[in-house]
Nanobody, 119 residues
Framework: QVQLVESGGGLVQGGGSLRLSCAASRLTFSSHTMGWFRQTPGKEREFVARIDWSDSSTLYADSVKGRFTISRDNAKSTVHLQMNSLKPEDTAVYYC????????????WGQGTQVTVSS
């Protein structure tokens, strides 16, 4: 079955940077939009960013715009999230997700990777 495996989480000081990666397997990468979401305890999972296959167009949550950059390597079926100028409020479990381009529902999810930003 489809697998999405995140890596790159960890502990970082405020103002620092982290780069998350998500490797997809058994997924027709070229027909899927890839995204990142995050969740903190007691809160709903929230959208962070997404990138389309066809034109690599991107969309970001207002809270991360200008600080985070999503990119994809289609040859390696991998999507990245470069996170700069991290803030304590960015602390969360970050999830990679995939949906068929044009569809509304995110079909596939990774297991999540913890990002902790200290003040």
């Amino acid at each position: 079955q489809v697998q999405l495996v995140e890596s790159g989480g960890g502990l970082v000081q405020g103002g620092g940077s982290l780069r998350l990666s998500c490797a997809a397997s058994r997924l027709t990468f070229s027909s899927h939009t890839m995204g990142w979401f995050r969740q903190t305890p007691g809160k709903e999972r929230e959208f962070v960013a997404r990138i389309d296959w066809s034109d690599s167009s991107t969309l970001y949550a207002d809270s991360v715009k200008g600080r985070f950059t999503i990119s994809r390597d289609n040859a390696k079926s991998t999507v990245h999230l470069q996170m700069n100028s991290l803030k304590p409020e960015d602390t969360a479990v970050y999830y990679c997700a995939a949906r068929i381009t044009g569809a509304a529902r995110w079909l596939y999810w990774g297991q999540g990777t913890q990002v902790t930003v200290s003040s």
